[in-house]
């Protein structure tokens, strides 16, 4: 049987990042993929491709999840940018109310290049309400400093810090996405149960191929947790498709590229026409 597999957040318009990336990364794995939207994000060609976020209704949100949970039995579910406090409450009802077992939170505060909040109000309520829900809990250093109430998170000790306060929060694991902020050869990302800490490490790539990678990363931890992978088996072969995603990026424009979706499991192989 394949498996379920929902994602609740917003809509990239340019295809690279939001719950796209979210079900390019469910079909790449072999896992039926469901959306619900959250907002609508575009990017403005004439402020160097600056992104502006239009929230959708919380009752169409609503809406759009007792359509999906109406119909399917939803193995494993991930959530994105979810735009304002009602919407992360429906999220967290709709969790518990369905009893999914596997729940990947990726916590997105900003837009990606940025350090503003989206919603700074936002924070008490994912930590509240949805990381204590979190099978697998997937924050960039900016929002993990957020969720652990730090000044800044610039070495791997202060990662470690960071991923504790968290699991306190009532995630069960957490993978901190420290990309190549530490080390001048790799990019490092912390795995953490509550006992053991992993280090996730890959070869730094010098590209701007990334549009979509955090999305990806979490879409492809809450596919392998759908397929029956432990929750490291799931974030350590999610490092793997994302680190191929960048390596094989799709060039937008100067400014935008995005990771490719399809590189891991060969996409491009799948059809092939005869001259």
Known sequence: MIPNVLTIAGSDSSGGAGLQADLK????????????????????PQTNWSHHVTPIEPTLVEQQLTTIFAGKNINALKTGMLGDITTIDLAADYIEKYAVEHVVIDPVMACKGTTELLQPENVVRLKEKLIPLATVATPNLLEAKFLADMDDITTLSEMKNAAKKIIALGAKNVVIKGGKNFDENEAIDLFYDG?????????????????????????????????????????????????????????????????????????????????
């Open 25 to 44: 990364t469910f079909q790449e794995y072999g896992v039926y993929g469901f959306n619900a939207i959250t907002s609508i994000v575009t990017m403005d």
């Open 195 to 275: 006992e053991n800490f992993v280090e996730l490490r890959s070869p730094k790539i010098e590209t701007n191929h990334n549009h979509g990678a955090g999305c990806t990363f979490a879409a492809a931890t809450t596919a392998g947790l759908a397929k029956g992978l432990t929750p490291l088996e799931a974030v350590t072969l999610a490092k793997d498709f994302v680190t191929s995603a960048i390596q094989n990026g799709v060039t937008i424009n100067p400014f935008v590229g995005h990771v490719w979706h399809g590189a891991f499991f060969h996409a491009e192989d799948r059809v092939q026409v005869e001259d």
